[in-house]
T-cell receptor
């Protein structure tokens, strides 16, 4: 399944670095998501974009900054991160809309970026 | 608050049947999803239930009881490749997915 791609796959950065994660979806979807996945914890929704508009920001620290230039691309800009931010960052997309149901709500995930903050 | 509960880990034998349970308390309900996630890989969609009852898809079946806030994923004829984490997620009143922590399934020969 290569519908959603993410780069880089692995990233090691210091607390003073600035880096960006990239996500691209080739499914013609209208909604894109950033999740944080830590060991033995539920997926944490960070940001949601619907039709390029940010519709959700779950109290994410400002050191994480999303950008959605078009409905196919999503970025997560990182700066002055903390060691506790080390996790797997997953991007997902869905058809989107508010009608509900499997067709619109099923999310398709990219392979993730394994981030380590030293 | 919103909550999804599922067992942390389960062990089963190759060729057997295993049932992974999920209970939920959410603000609204617009469907329940099951995803499979192999170690180091992306979660992949398995099933979606919005009405009560059993949905069968090959070796995998998913059941939903909305009145009980309960679902299970049933895996038959287990294979070694079924070793993975299984994630339960509920679409709430805002169509946002609320995720469980996942159940790690270990298959033994």
């Amino acid at each position: 399944e290569t519908g959603v791609t993410q780069t880089p796959r692995h990233l090691v950065m210091g607390m003073t670095n600035k880096k960006s994660l990239k996500c691209e979806q080739h499914l013609g979807h209208n909604a894109m998501y950033w999740y944080k996945q830590s060991a033995k914890k539920p997926l944490e929704l960070m940001f949601v974009y619907n039709f390029k508009e940010q519709t959700e920001n779950n109290s994410v620290p400002s050191r994480f900054s999303p950008e959605c230039p078009n409905s196919s691309h999503l970025f997560l800009h990182l700066h002055t991160l903390q060691p506790e931010d080390s996790a797997l960052y997953l991007c997902a997309s869905s058809q989107g809309g508010t009608s509900g149901g499997a067709a619109t709500d099923t999310q398709y995930f990219g392979p993730g970026t394994r981030l380590t903050v030293l | 608050g919103q909550n999804i509960d599922q067992p942390t880990e389960m062990t089963a034998t190759e060729g057997a049947i295993v049932q992974i349970n999920c209970t939920y308390q959410t603000s609204g309900f617009n469907g329940l999803f099951w995803y499979q996630q192999h170690a180091g890989e992306a979660p992949t969609f398995l099933s979606y239930n919005v009405l009560d009852g059993l949905e069968e898809k090959g070796r995998f079946s998913s059941f939903l009881s909305r009145s009980k806030g309960y679902s299970y994923l049933l895996l038959k004829e287990l294979q070694m490749k079924d070793s993975a984490s299984y994630l339960c997620a509920v679409s709430d009143s805002n169509y946002q997915l609320i995720w469980g922590a996942g159940t790690k399934l270990i298959i033994k020969p």
